[in-house]
């Protein structure tokens, strides 16, 4: 009854931006380490960022200083803020974490959001 729902996605021009939100849902004691993934066509699913319950961040080297990756856990969301979007970030990007609940700690997937960056 866990569910991650990943919005923002969009079509951008290079150079522009876009803030993916992921919102948890369900029968969540909490949150821990959360990540964001993108996968091309193609290509496998690749780590993007990631970030610890307390805060601390993570990034694919293609990404560091453009993308930032942030929670709220009073809301139960994790953000990505993606400044500088170049086509090589075209994507559909997953929200993804480890969900701890009542009665176990498991691993959660969103169903993913399109990001396209294209003139």
């Known amino acids: 009854q866990v569910q991650l729902v990943e919005s923002g996605g969009g079509l951008v021009q290079p150079g522009g931006s876009l803030r993916l939100s992921c919102a948890a849902s369900?029968?969540?004691?909490?949150?821990?380490?959360m990540g964001w993934y993108r996968q091309a066509p193609g290509k496998q699913r690749e780590l993007v960022a990631s970030?610890?319950?307390?805060?601390?961040?993570n990034y694919a080297d293609s990404v560091k200083g453009r993308f930032t990756i942030s929670r709220d856990n009073a809301k139960n969301t994790v953000y990505l803020q993606m400044n500088s979007l170049k086509p090589e970030d075209t994507g559909v990007y997953y929200c993804?974490?480890?969900?701890?609940?009542?009665?176990?700690?498991?691993?959660?997937w969103g169903q993913g959001t399109q990001v396209t960056v294209s003139s």
């Open positions: 993804s974490g480890v969900v701890l609940t009542t009665g176990a700690i498991s691993d959660y």
């Open positions: 369900g029968s969540i004691f909490s949150l821990n380490a």
């Open positions: 970030i610890t319950r307390g805060g601390s961040a």
